[in-house]
């Protein structure tokens, strides 16, 4: 078992930045990649970034070049730094992680990022 806390969510202008932390505990040895999620209202929760072990990272095309997906073994934390933020990228975000032995995933309780005008 695996279990993901997410922080760092809340209110920004258009333009702003924020930085949001998710602290794994449990089986994180098995852990083969972790990723942030999205899910704006009515809409389906998509992928925003991910980052292997290996330290390899994916993009949604709608966050390149504005959002930097890390992560910190030593301290068992991803974070999603977030800058130029859109109206659009307004949602509740979520961390994932990944086991491929399973397959398993495991998902934290979520934090909303609402940026304004």
């Known amino acids: 078992q695996v279990q993901l806390v997410e922080s760092g969510g809340g209110l920004v202008q258009a333009g702003g930045s924020l930085r949001l932390s998710c602290a794994a505990s449990?089986?994180?040895?098995?852990?083969?990649?972790m990723g942030w999620y999205r899910q704006a209202p009515g809409k389906q929760r998509e992928l925003v970034a991910a980052i292997t072990s290996g330290g390899s990272t994916n993009y949604a095309d709608s966050v390149k070049g504005r959002f930097t997906i890390s992560r910190d073994n030593a301290k068992n934390m991803v974070y999603l730094q977030m800058n130029s933020l859109k109206l659009e990228d307004t949602a509740v975000y979520y961390c994932?992680?990944?086991?491929?032995?399973?397959?398993?995933?495991?998902w934290g309780q979520g934090t909303r990022v609402t940026v304004s005008s």
């Open positions: 449990g089986s994180i040895f098995n852990i083969n990649a």
């Open positions: 994932n992680a990944f086991v491929v032995s399973g397959p398993y995933n495991y």
